[in-house]
């Protein structure tokens, strides 16, 4: 295959890769050998170029096997393009330019692809010609050259508008500026490919705004709104969404056309075509969030709302309709089984994670209603519920079989408002409960499921009236109700009922002590009878319960109930099995709950833990031998369940680490390239040093050395969480290896400072931790930290003052007072920030730290003469003053 001036293919080369593509597209193809095959032709340099030729020119073949060559020839040059040599580079791209106005449409599809794929590699500037060949397309009055042109445009807008929009040597402006009159041109094509695909490609650009879009945008708007009344669903779905993104990015662009494009929308909400719809009905939230003035949406809500509330009655066609008919006798299908996330251990008081369950669920026009009226429930509040409350009873009050998914779309909307229209419906709440409770009940499962949900949204309330006779009998039957539900057949609602019952028990917390018996019977029962995917949620009610009551679980004959299926399940499961991780969760939250009543299961757990990690880190290098594939989750699960442990067991877990190697594999765990792996090691570093720091001190300068690497200011960036616990554990080993603390002291401060000075915009608990662990250092090495106290006094005793006062605090104080009395006058310039946060205690609980704040304040009243002292009392507030007279100054 040797490269002429001018590339020609060899024909027996060419024979056999046809021979192989048409085996590849054939109904029962021998992948594994064909592929190695291909992977034999790939070593070639010019293997490509055959592609291209089959690709462009094979004219005889099978469109098939020419558009089997055109994708593998894309997915080639993702990865090989810019190695390529030039010469081979420019023959597949003069090869692929006629192609725009192939006769056949799968052609000129994926022609759009590749040419997309090239220009994401070698960008505009590489290739001159395709923006000539593309206007002269677009130009040519020939539908296949003018669809083959527009169908490439507009992969390159959704790959990489930005490209469109940067300056290009040789070109008189952007090349997003040609191309606008002409895209502006197509929206009144009589074609309705064209008009379609020309508004998807302007649209692509309403996040960049590019001058030139932004100077035409009336000529856009006028363009939408012809476009508006578009026989084609698809592209009046278009027009929506540019409504939808408008609002988002650019509403001082719709302002003086709001009421129209707000008519418009109400209209689409209503389309015939379910795809328009939904896309209409995203506007409403969008809207809602721009911030605009609630009144130019006001007037439309009598009109609105009915919209809504009829859009989220259950279509004839929706999934869940069908998966509604499974029982529990059904076998889970492998794309029931949702991907889980796990969040890694967070110290502090704001995790990073955002719970977002419903990621994976279908968004579809039921949802996006629900969460339309939720959003205005939110904005307009009891102003809705004139209009709503009416319809929603109507819907209630029918009983007849044929109009159940009424009656289920109005339990939905009753769940929708729960949050924002709470003050008008809090004198009815107590009948609406009553109402909702026999729903638990009905004959259609789907209303069981969505009744336990909007139950669970008004959660907050049935725990408030606990404290009466009818709330506590309300409570009873909430309670119970979901419970029997969690027994439920139907597999939807068992998933319903025991997310609601977490919401339940997270509200209710140890109002749950009296039932313990009963709900864990339940929870348990259907621990023995659910199947895979609903599991899951069964672990995370008990887990939630456990962390709900805490030592009120530590009793035998709730233990009795609780761990026995437990252990069972854990002793089934090996090593490998993903089920684990909802397992390991429970029983962090377990360990946690029970404390040392856990010990009598902690030897095992804590076992099997290291060897998880142990497996799992030879995984990472050698999975053969390991035995099973790498999957990190393994570990960050087990150094959270290890952190319960040392929380739950404290000192009681010190044996357990003396006997095995958990030093040595957390270590490598606080070093791994994977941030959530660190930050889950970083926790288990800061809990092991509360309770048995002896056995991390064999490789103390180690451990310190690699938490003071996750400060500096890049990885910060990267990772707040991994900083943030790091930073938490540091101060854990400072208060109890002391002085053996002092190498990294210098190396820390200079990391702690930076965060301090410039908080806004940063994490909370990072800022808190960092204020603490400054001060625990200052209090251990008082000599080391004072010298620099003028660089930090103000920030630090600024984010002292938002903590609130616990132990952490009491070590930070400490150390303020060490550091003043090794260096007074470091403190002189920042008196005022000193006091404030002093004055931020609601009260010093332990009688030495008072002392010591006694004799701080009353040595700088005495240090300060003249009235200097009183003159810095003037700067403080009255409320301040009064709280330093604790202190007797």
Same mark, same amino acid.
């Given at each position: 295959?040797?490269?002429?001036?001018?590339?020609?293919?060899?024909?027996?080369?060419?024979?056999?890769?046809?021979?192989?593509?048409?085996?590849?597209?054939?109904?029962?193809?021998?992948?594994?050998?064909?592929?190695?095959?291909?992977?034999?032709?790939?070593?070639?340099?010019?293997?490509? %170029?055959?592609?291209?030729?089959?690709?462009?020119?094979?004219?005889?073949?099978?469109?098939?096997?020419?558009?089997?060559?055109?994708?593998?020839?894309?997915?080639?040059?993702?990865?090989?393009?810019?190695?390529?040599?030039?010469?081979?580079?420019?023959?597949?791209?003069?090869?692929?330019?006629?192609?725009?106005?192939?006769?056949?449409?799968?052609?000129?599809?994926?022609?759009?692809?590749?040419?997309?794929?090239?220009?994401?590699?070698?960008?505009?500037?590489?290739?001159?010609?395709?923006?000539?060949?593309?206007?002269?397309?677009?130009?040519?009055?020939?539908?296949?050259?003018?669809?083959?042109?527009?169908?490439?445009?507009?992969?390159?807008?959704?790959?990489?508008?930005?490209?469109?929009?940067?300056?290009?040597?040789?070109?008189?402006?952007?090349?997003?500026?040609?191309?606008?009159?002409?895209?502006?041109?197509?929206?009144?094509?009589?074609?309705?490919?064209?008009?379609?695909?020309?508004?998807?490609? !302007?649209?692509?650009?309403?996040?960049?705004? #590019?001058?030139?879009?932004?100077?035409?945008?009336?000529?856009?708007?006028?363009?939408?709104?012809?476009?508006?009344?578009? #026989?084609?669903?698809?592209?009046?779905?278009?027009?929506?969404?540019?409504?939808?993104?408008?609002?988002?990015?650019?509403?001082?662009?719709?302002?003086?056309?709001?009421?129209?494009?707000?008519?418009?929308?109400?209209?689409?909400?209503?389309?015939?075509?379910?795809?328009?719809?939904?896309?209409?009905?995203?506007?409403?939230?969008?809207?809602?969030?721009?911030?605009?003035?609630?009144?130019?949406?006001?007037?439309?809500?009598?009109?609105?709302?009915?919209?809504?509330?009829?859009?989220?009655?259950?279509?004839?066609?929706?999934?869940?309709?069908?998966?509604?008919?499974?029982?529990?006798?059904?076998?889970?299908?492998?794309?029931?089984?949702?991907?889980?996330?796990?969040?890694?251990?967070?110290?502090?008081?704001?995790?990073?994670?955002?719970?977002?369950?419903? =990621?994976?669920?279908?968004?579809?026009?039921?949802?996006?209603?629900?969460?339309?009226?939720? =959003?205005?429930?939110?904005?307009?509040?009891?102003?809705?519920? #004139?209009?709503?409350?009416?319809?929603?009873? *109507?819907?209630?009050?029918?009983?007849?079989?044929?109009?159940?998914?009424?009656?289920?779309?109005?339990?939905?909307?009753?769940?929708?408002?729960?949050?924002?229209?709470?003050?008008?419906?809090?004198?009815?709440?107590?009948?609406?409960?009553?109402?909702?409770?026999?729903?638990?009940?009905?004959?259609?499962?789907?209303?069981?499921?969505?009744?336990?949900?909007?139950?669970?949204?008004?959660?907050?309330?049935?725990?408030?009236?606990?404290?009466?006779?009818?709330?506590?009998?309300?409570?009873?039957?909430?309670?119970?109700?979901?419970?029997?539900?969690?027994?439920?057949?139907?597999?939807?609602?068992?998933?319903?009922?025991?997310?609601?019952?977490?919401?339940?028990?997270?509200?209710?917390?140890?109002?749950?002590?009296?039932?313990?018996?009963?709900?864990?019977?339940?929870?348990?029962?259907?621990?023995?009878?659910?199947?895979?995917?609903?599991?899951?949620?069964?672990?995370?009610? =008990?887990?939630?319960?456990?962390?709900?009551?805490?030592?009120?679980?530590?009793?035998?004959?709730?233990?009795?109930?609780?761990?026995?299926?437990?252990?069972?399940?854990?002793?089934?499961?090996?090593?490998?099995?993903?089920?684990?991780?909802?397992?390991?969760?429970?029983?962090?939250?377990?360990?946690?709950?029970?404390?040392?009543?856990?010990?009598?299961?902690?030897?095992?757990?804590?076992?099997?833990?290291?060897?998880?990690?142990?497996?799992?880190?030879?995984?990472?290098?050698?999975?053969?031998?390991?035995?099973?594939?790498?999957?990190?989750?393994?570990?960050?699960?087990?150094?959270?369940?290890?952190?319960?442990?040392?929380?739950?067991?404290? %000192?009681?877990?010190?044996?357990?680490? *003396?006997?095995?190697?958990?030093?040595?594999?957390?270590?490598?765990?606080?070093?791994?390239?994977?941030?959530?792996?660190?930050?889950?090691?970083?926790?288990?570093?800061?809990?092991?040093?509360?309770?048995?720091?002896?056995?991390?001190?064999?490789?103390?300068?180690?451990?310190?050395?690699?938490?003071? %690497?996750?400060?500096?200011?890049?990885?910060?960036?990267?990772?707040?969480?991994?900083?943030?616990?790091?930073?938490?554990?540091?101060?854990?080993? *400072?208060?109890?290896?002391?002085?053996?603390?002092?190498?990294?002291?210098?190396?820390?401060?200079?990391?702690?400072?930076? =965060?301090?000075?410039?908080?806004?915009?940063?994490?909370?608990?990072?800022?808190?931790?960092?204020?603490?662990?400054?001060?625990?250092?200052?209090?251990?090495?008082?000599?080391?930290?004072?010298?620099?106290?003028?660089?930090?006094?103000?920030?630090?005793?600024?984010?002292?003052?938002?903590?609130?006062?616990?132990?952490?605090?009491?070590?930070?104080?400490?150390?303020?007072?060490?550091?003043?009395?090794?260096?007074?006058?470091?403190?002189?310039?920042?008196?005022?920030?000193?006091?404030?946060?002093?004055?931020?205690?609601?009260?010093?609980?332990?009688?030495?730290?008072?002392?010591?704040?006694?004799?701080?304040?009353?040595?700088?009243?005495?240090?300060?003469? %003249?009235?200097?002292?009183?003159?810095?009392?003037?700067?403080?507030?009255?409320?301040?003053?009064?709280?330093?007279?604790?202190?007797? !100054?």
């Amino acid at each position: 295959m040797a490269a002429p001036a001018q590339w020609q293919p060899n024909e027996d080369g060419l024979r056999e890769i046809c021979r192989l593509l048409e085996q590849q597209i054939s109904p029962t193809p021998d992948h594994p050998q064909i592929w190695q095959q291909l992977q034999h032709y790939s070593q070639f340099p010019d293997f490509n %170029n055959y592609l291209a030729f089959i690709f462009a020119h094979a004219e005889g073949t099978p469109v098939e096997i020419r558009q089997a060559a055109g994708l593998l020839l894309k997915n080639n040059l993702r990865t090989a393009f810019k190695s390529m040599e030039p010469l081979y580079q420019q023959y597949i791209k003069s090869e692929l330019l006629p192609c725009l106005g192939a006769a056949d449409r799968h052609i000129r599809s994926t022609v759009g692809t590749i040419i997309s794929v090239v220009v994401q590699q070698g960008r505009v500037v590489g290739w001159p010609e395709l923006l000539q060949a593309l206007l002269h397309c677009l130009e040519s009055n020939d539908l296949n050259h003018m669809e083959g042109a527009m169908d490439a445009l507009s992969k390159i807008c959704e790959d990489i508008p930005q490209e469109l929009d940067s300056d290009v040597p040789g070109l008189p402006e952007r090349p997003i500026n040609i191309l606008l009159p002409r895209l502006f041109q197509f929206f009144q094509s009589p074609h309705t490919s064209l008009r379609k695909l020309s508004l998807g490609s !302007v649209n692509q650009f309403l996040m960049l705004m #590019p001058k030139g879009l932004s100077q035409s945008v009336d000529q856009y708007l006028q363009g939408l709104f012809v476009l508006a009344l578009d #026989p084609a669903a698809d592209v009046r779905k278009l027009v929506c969404a540019a409504f939808v993104q408008l609002i988002e990015v650019s509403p001082s662009f719709l302002e003086p056309h709001l009421r129209n494009v707000i008519e418009y929308m109400l209209q689409a909400n209503k389309d015939a075509d379910d795809e328009v719809a939904l896309e209409a009905c995203e506007f409403w939230s969008a809207y809602c969030e721009a911030q605009l003035h609630p009144d130019g949406l006001r007037d439309f809500l009598p009109r609105l709302v009915p919209v809504l509330l009829s859009n989220m009655v259950y279509a004839e066609d929706d999934e869940s309709l069908v998966d509604a008919e499974e029982d529990e006798s059904f076998p889970d299908r492998d794309q029931d089984l949702k991907p889980r996330f796990h969040s890694s251990r967070f110290h502090g008081a704001d995790s990073m994670e955002d719970d977002d369950d419903d =990621i994976v669920n279908i968004w579809n026009l039921r949802k996006c209603s629900a969460a339309a009226l939720d =959003i205005l429930s939110n904005v307009f509040g009891d102003e809705i519920l #004139p209009t709503l409350m009416p319809l929603v009873q *109507a819907k209630l009050a029918t009983a007849d079989d044929t109009t159940w998914k009424d009656r289920e779309a109005a339990v939905l909307a009753i769940g929708a408002i729960a949050e924002g229209c709470i003050n008008g419906l809090y004198p009815h709440l107590p009948e609406i409960v009553a109402f909702l409770i026999p729903l638990l009940d009905d004959k259609f499962p789907l209303i069981r499921s969505i009744t336990c949900w909007t139950l669970s949204r008004y959660s907050k309330f049935v725990v408030q009236g606990i404290g009466h006779q009818t709330g506590h009998e309300q409570f009873e039957k909430v309670l119970m109700g979901l419970l029997r539900r969690i027994l439920d057949t139907n597999k939807r609602v068992q998933e319903a009922a025991c997310s609601a019952f977490a919401t339940l028990e997270e509200e209710a917390a140890e109002e749950l002590a009296p039932h313990l018996e009963i709900i864990l019977q339940h929870l348990l029962c259907a621990f023995g009878k659910y199947q895979k995917r609903n599991l899951r949620i069964v672990y995370d009610a =008990i887990g939630t319960l456990a962390d709900a009551v805490g030592g009120e679980l530590n009793q035998p004959r709730y233990l009795d109930i609780l761990m026995p299926p437990l252990i069972s399940k854990w002793q089934q499961l090996a090593n490998s099995d993903k089920d684990l991780f909802p397992l390991l969760e429970c029983f962090t939250s377990i360990a946690q709950a029970l404390g040392p009543g856990f010990s009598q299961f902690a030897e095992p757990v804590f076992q099997r833990c290291l060897n998880l990690i142990q497996t799992q880190q030879l995984a990472k290098v050698d999975p053969v031998s390991a035995g099973v594939q790498y999957d990190r989750e393994f570990i960050v699960c087990s150094l959270d369940l290890l952190s319960g442990l040392a929380e739950g067991l404290g %000192n009681g877990i010190e044996s357990l680490v *003396a006997q095995g190697n958990l030093r040595d594999l957390l270590l490598q765990c606080c070093m791994d390239d994977a941030s959530d792996v660190r930050q889950s090691a970083l926790a288990l570093l800061g809990d092991l040093a509360r309770v048995c720091h002896v056995h991390l001190h064999p490789r103390l300068s180690e451990f310190l050395n690699v938490a003071a %690497n996750q400060l500096h200011t890049q990885e910060l960036k990267e990772s707040v969480s991994v900083a943030n616990n790091a930073c938490w554990a540091i101060g854990e080993l *400072a208060v109890k290896v002391h002085q053996e603390i002092s190498p990294i002291v210098l190396r820390v401060i200079q990391c702690l400072v930076p =965060i301090l000075q410039h908080a806004e915009g940063l994490n909370k608990s990072l800022i808190e931790n960092s204020a603490i662990t400054l001060g625990r250092l200052a209090w251990v090495c008082p000599e080391l930290v004072s010298p620099h106290m003028e660089h930090f006094m103000q920030s630090w005793c600024t984010a002292l003052s938002m903590i609130r006062d616990d132990v952490e605090k009491e070590d930070a104080f400490r150390g303020l007072c060490a550091m003043v009395r090794t260096n007074p006058s470091g403190a002189l310039s920042s008196l005022v920030y000193m006091c404030k946060a002093i004055a931020s205690w609601h009260e010093i609980r332990s009688e030495d730290l008072h002392n010591e704040v006694c004799q701080v304040l009353n040595g700088y009243k005495q240090m300060l003469r %003249n009235g200097a002292w009183e003159q810095c009392m003037s700067a403080l507030d009255p409320p301040l003053k009064d709280k330093l007279s604790k202190y007797q !100054v």
